[in-house]
């Protein structure tokens, strides 16, 4: 089994920056991909962005990419996304999520293990 405990969510005005850690415990050494996924009131769960094992690749989504930066530190276990620019429509509810064989690393039901999720709110 694997752990995921998100933070770092919050109440930040548009135009600001906020970094969301997910702290990875348990049986993590079959985990290939680390992703980001979010959930707005009333939408369905969408993708973020995603981490490769070795952390050489990432991926993101349209609607972020330029603003959001994932990365991952082993040492600490520990996948992070980096958000600037945030937007209002941004706001939603943020989960961290691992794959161990699942593809493609954009599809939610690629995952195996998901955190609790934390909010995040773009107003001002």
């Known amino acids: 089994q694997v752990q995921l405990v998100e933070s770092g969510g919050g109440l930040v005005q548009p135009g600001g920056s906020l970094r969301l850690s997910c702290s990875v415990s348990g049986s993590i050494f079959g985990i290939n991909v680390m992703g980001w996924h979010r959930q707005a009131p009333g939408k369905e769960r969408e993708f973020v962005a995603a981490i490769s094992r070795n952390g050489f690749t990432t991926i993101y989504a349209d609607s972020v990419k330029g603003r959001f930066t994932i990365s991952r530190v082993y040492a600490k276990d520990t996948v992070y996304l980096q958000m600037n620019i945030l937007k209002p429509e941004d706001t939603a509810v943020y989960y961290c999520?691992?794959?161990?064989?699942?593809?493609?690393?954009?599809?939610?039901?690629?995952?195996?293990?998901w955190g609790q999720g934390t909010q995040v709110t773009v107003s001002a």
């Open positions: 999520a691992a794959v161990e064989a699942g593809y493609p690393p954009t599809k939610a039901n690629s995952y195996d293990y």
